[in-house]
């Protein structure tokens, strides 16, 4: 699993007819109706309480009324980074409203023993040389990201004026005041010149709408709200709650295949309950090498994120940096060795049999690890690799070795919830505990959804009614009709996409920090996006979308293929670029733009000189 795969001498048992009907006919059995069916955890009267904040007590202060230079929603890595830079702009006067009791976002919630990233720390965590901060690990655990994320909004002064276990419940522009209106759940109301949506990318957890939910007798939460108070221990100590206790955990994407080991060593028995399983490569983890801070030179982080980002896109490179799972094979798959005298269907069968050979390399891997054959033919991940967001893990595999470790195999999902615990095919399991590892709404799911409350613009329409028919912005981070509104970019509304979402986080936080500078140096009072730049934008969006439809509908479902249904994709919710965007190009254009100093795009009123 370590090596690269060779673009020649393809697998010898290779059969692409029959490698393509095991694929389908696993896909098949994942093919049911209500498949993608959630609870809506807002307005849910049986499970909204899942959202409660578990780690920090609800302070009780008095409503806030305010006026303040910036309010940013969010204050994970995107509302922190945005901050810090509006920071370096010399702004003052900075909100962030976040539901959650402090900084983090992700890493405030997900506090789940053994939580940690799966991208490289040295580019996962931001900001780095500026903090003169070396991760402790390759793979840094939860509670390091967040203490990182925590000296980031120390350095920049972002706590003192947040206001934490607080949801936004109507932002409204107010066209004489020229500013936005920002009202809370806990009665504030603070006005600002610039309204930043930094909600992130997984921030509404996913629980599934399974029959007889409440029912369950016994203990159950979501691992985004970790019940240590039930489990006992912590994130590296043993779960001593758990002895004696039968525990069902749902899930074996990234969350449920980093718990799992930790539960596996506590709990008397764990009933792992998969849909489908993981392609699981090698991890690798370790500690950093004492010698790495040594050789590092000024904007080496920035470098590093380049060449990852350059390998994630097929671009060459001299060295490869990271050296992962990511580059081995994501990288790989993705842009397949093309010989120069190959015809576009020749290209596709030796992508095809590229593929097979990493996907059956993940097959081998779970024989070498897993004792038992029949639990080693559950866990093998039948589906071309960019069907599913591939993991990689150390410790997982070998955890179903154990014998107080059950996998319970369920392509069709649970099939109901009693009082007593799942049941699977008319078989009743009886739990003391339920874990949803379920993870997150899709990172495709609509801005006007993951921001979580109304927004109202221009002539009283909300964004969530002009984006309705998908997203219409510039640059995927303005939006015509929405002053002073600047949005963190991600996937799904017109920018590009990244593996290592730090990276584009980085540039948007950059660029709105650059843009307010410019903005406040000349005196501009109101900014809107000009209708014509935003349909050019849009259009260029929507000529670069690619229909993978026909590729996609091929593989198991999952987020990545909108769970069975890639021909419902909208291509005005594409990228800048075909694919995953043309990253590069993007982070050009942005800083041209600032560069420039022009506005392009951009309808100005200065309502007073400049300072």
């Not at 370590?2 to 393509?20: L, M, W």
């Not at 120069?340 to 024989?367: G, K, P, W």
């Not at 639990?375 to 107080?404: G, M, S, V, W």
């Amino acid at each position: 699993m370590r090596g690269r795969p060779t673009a020649g001498g393809g697998a010898a048992t290779y059969d692409p007819e029959a490698v393509r009907a095991k694929y389908l006919a696993e896909r098949d059995r994942r093919l049911i109706p209500g498949r993608a069916d959630i609870r809506d955890l807002r307005t849910d009267e049986h499970f909204a309480r899942y959202r409660d904040d578990p780690f920090t007590p609800v302070t009780e202060r008095d409503p806030v009324a305010d006026e303040v230079d910036v309010v940013i929603v969010g204050g994970g890595i995107a509302g922190v980074l945005a901050g810090a830079h509006l920071r370096k702009a010399g702004i003052e006067r900075i909100r962030i409203v976040d539901q959650a009791g402090g900084i983090g976002g992700t890493w405030y919630w997900n506090r789940y023993p053994g939580v940690m990233c799966d991208i490289e720390s040295y580019i996962y965590l931001p900001m780095l040389e500026e903090l003169d901060y070396i991760p402790t690990r390759r793979y840094a655990f939860g509670e390091e990201i967040l203490g990182h994320l925590e000296a980031i909004a120390d350095r920049f002064d972002l706590v003192a004026d947040a206001l934490f276990h607080t949801g936004v419940t109507r932002a409204e522009w107010d066209e004489d005041a020229a500013r936005w209106r920002v009202r809370t759940d806990r009665g504030d109301e603070v006005s600002c010149r610039w309204y930043v949506l930094a909600v992130g990318i997984l921030n509404l957890m996913k629980l599934p709408a399974i029959p007889g939910m409440e029912d369950f007798a016994g203990r159950s939460f979501h691992t985004a709200r970790w019940d240590y108070g039930y489990t006992g221990g912590g994130p590296h100590e043993p779960l001593t709650g758990l002895a004696g206790k039968v525990v069902a955990l749902f899930g074996t994407g990234a969350t449920g295949i980093q718990c799992l080991p930790p539960l596996a060593e506590s709990a008397k028995h764990v009933y792992v309950f998969q849909r489908t399983p993981s392609a699981i490569g090698e991890r690798g983890n370790r500690p950093t090498d004492p010698g790495f801070a040594g050789g590092l030179q000024p904007g080496w982080q920035r470098a590093r994120m380049d060449n990852f980002q350059a390998i994630m896109l097929g671009r060459p490179v001299e060295v490869d940096q990271v050296d992962d799972g990511w580059t081995h094979h994501y990288a790989a798959v993705h842009h397949p060795p093309r010989g120069e005298s190959m015809t576009m269907a020749q290209y596709l069968r030796s992508a095809e049999e590229f593929d097979y050979r990493i996907m059956d390399a993940h097959r081998h891997r779970v024989e070498e690890l897993v004792a038992d054959p029949f639990t080693a033919a559950i866990l093998k991940p039948y589906y071309r690799y960019l069907c599913k967001r591939p993991c990689f893990h150390d410790e997982y595999l070998q955890a179903f070795n154990n014998p107080n470790v059950t996998l319970i195999d369920c392509p069709g999902g649970i099939e109901r919830i009693t009082a007593q615990g799942p049941v699977v095919d008319g078989q009743q399991f009886t739990v003391d505990c339920i874990i949803y590892g379920t993870g997150f709404e899709a990172e495709l799911t609509p801005l006007f959804r993951r921001v979580g409350h109304e927004i109202v613009g221009r002539g009283g329409v909300t964004l969530a009614e002009k984006w309705a028919e998908g997203a219409a912005s510039l640059f995927g981070m303005m939006s015509r009709g929405f002053p002073n509104l600047f949005v963190m970019p991600a996937p799904g509304q017109q920018a590009v996409v990244t593996v290592n979402y730090t990276q584009l986080a980085v540039l948007g936080a950059e660029f709105i920090g650059g843009a307010v500078r410019l903005l406040e140096q000349r005196g501009v009072e109101v900014f809107d996006v000009s209708a014509e730049a935003e349909e050019e934008w849009t259009r260029k969006i929507v000529d670069s979308f690619v229909d993978g439809s026909s590729v996609m509908s091929a593989c198991t479902p999952s987020r990545i293929n909108n769970e069975g249904h890639p021909e419902a994709m909208n291509p005005r919710n594409g990228n800048y670029g075909r694919g995953m965007g043309d990253w590069f190009g993007y982070r050009e254009l942005l800083e041209e733009w600032l560069e420039a100093g022009r506005f392009e795009g951009l309808e100005l009123e200065v309502r007073s000189p400049a300072s």
